[in-house]
Structures are given as C-alpha cells and as structure tokens.
C-alpha cells in the first residue's frame, strides 16, 4: 500500500462547479501538507500549503487537513475551464533536515465551459 | 524573474547509452531536489542536496543513478547504461530554505 493514495479520476465537471479532491495517507509523522497543480507538459505549481490539521483558504481555493482521520482535501469553487489540469497531493516530514515531499497519484481534472 | 530550469527538455537515448540531465536552480537557493515521474504517476523522490551536499540520495533506484551539485548551484542527474524502466520525465525543485520548493519544467526521457 502506498503512503499517500489519491483517485485518479479522471473528473469532469461542468463550469462553475464546487469540485473537491481528496487523498488518504498512511504516515502518521507528516507534518506539512501540500496541493500543486501540474499542467500537461509542465512541472508542478504549488497552490496550497498548510501545517497540521485545519483550513486554509485562498481565493477559489480551501484545502483542509484532518490529521485523526489521515485525510487531506481542496475544495475548488466557482470551477473555470482553466483549472483543467492535474492536481497532486503531497504531504512531508522534516528528515534530515529536509522537507522530502511523497506524492499521490495526482488526480487528472477537466472543466468543461 | 528566472524560475528553475532544465535541459535539455527532452532526450532519447538508446538502451544502454549513459544520459546526463541538467537543473539550473534560482539564485540563491540553498536547497535542490530531483523527482523522478512516471507516466499516469505522482512524481518520486530521488535524492535531495543542501549546498553542495548531498543528505539524502535514498530514492535512486539503482547505482546507475548518480547526481551531483559540486558547487552548490547547478546540479546533474546522470544515469548509466540506461534501461526502459527509466523512461519518465525528471523534475528538479529548489528551494531557499529546506522545503519542497518551485519546480522545473521537468525533462522527458525516452529509452528505446
């Protein structure tokens, strides 16, 4: 079983959708929890970053943390067909001094106008 | 300004050729990692370097791979004799402290 599990869709949805992607994780030690969207042919972009359990919101976007239950989400309102795209979940601990970042399987998303 | 960046985009080598990938990171940035992804896949840790130190290498999954950063600013990843199982593209991410940092656009790589 992998350390961190995400859907990967795909998921479609129309314009202007609240969409919400989530992933598990096994790891009890990760600390800080991470969104990136990743465009097709691109690296990934950091869109979300949060330390320990609760909500962050910014903009159009709300990624929330529940550490008892191992369990991330982000939360998209107002969808547009620009936020097509594929959005990976990543989560750390602190190891040697570094923040080593363990992926989900990314979840490929498209908004249709 | 400059974000990271990679070449070249992208390579195709034959199997048993070596390959080298370079990573220019931003200015100033202290910390470097390389990921590798697979296709359909989240990308995987490889190694992780602080200056010109490399503190953790424990995701390269052989001993054809090898990185280095000798002077604490670009960084290579090579690999040896390379086999099919290492198509997948090559991402390096840096950061001014010791977090995950900005990503690259990555490099493709293809082993016929």
């Known amino acids: 079983q992998k350390e961190v599990e995400q859907d990967p869709g795909p998921l479609s949805v129309p314009e202007g959708a609240i969409v919400s992607l989530n992933c598990t994780y096994s790891?009890?030690?990760?600390?800080?929890f991470m969104w990136y969207r990743q465009y097709s042919r691109k690296g990934p972009e950091l869109l979300m970053y949060t330390y320990s359990s609760g909500n962050k919101e910014d903009g159009r976007f709300t990624a929330q943390v529940d550490k008892s239950s191992k369990y991330i989400s982000l939360f998209i309102r107002d969808s547009q067909p620009s936020d097509s795209a594929t959005y990976l979940c990543a989560m750390s601990e602190i190891i040697q001094g570094a923040q080593k970042l363990v992926f989900g399987q990314g979840t490929r998303l498209t908004i249709n106008p | 300004g400059a974000g990271v960046s990679q070449s070249p985009r992208y390579k195709v080598a034959k199997r048993g050729q070596d390959v080298a990938l370079r990573c220019d990171p931003i200015?100033?940035?202290?910390?470097l990692f390389w990921y590798q992804q697979a296709l359909g896949q989240g990308p995987e840790f490889l190694t992780y370097f602080q200056n010109e130190a490399q503190l953790d290498k424990s995701g390269l999954p052989s001993d054809r791979f090898f990185a280095e950063r000798p002077e604490g600013s670009v960084s290579t990843l090579k690999i040896q004799r390379t086999q099919q199982e290492d198509s997948a593209v090559y991402l390096c991410?840096?950061?001014?402290?010791?977090?995950?940092?900005?990503f690259g656009p990555g490099t493709r790589l293809t082993v016929l």
């Open positions: 200015s100033g940035h202290v910390s």
């Open positions: 991410a840096s950061s001014p402290s010791r977090g995950g940092g900005f």
């Open positions: 790891n009890s030690a990760f600390q800080y």
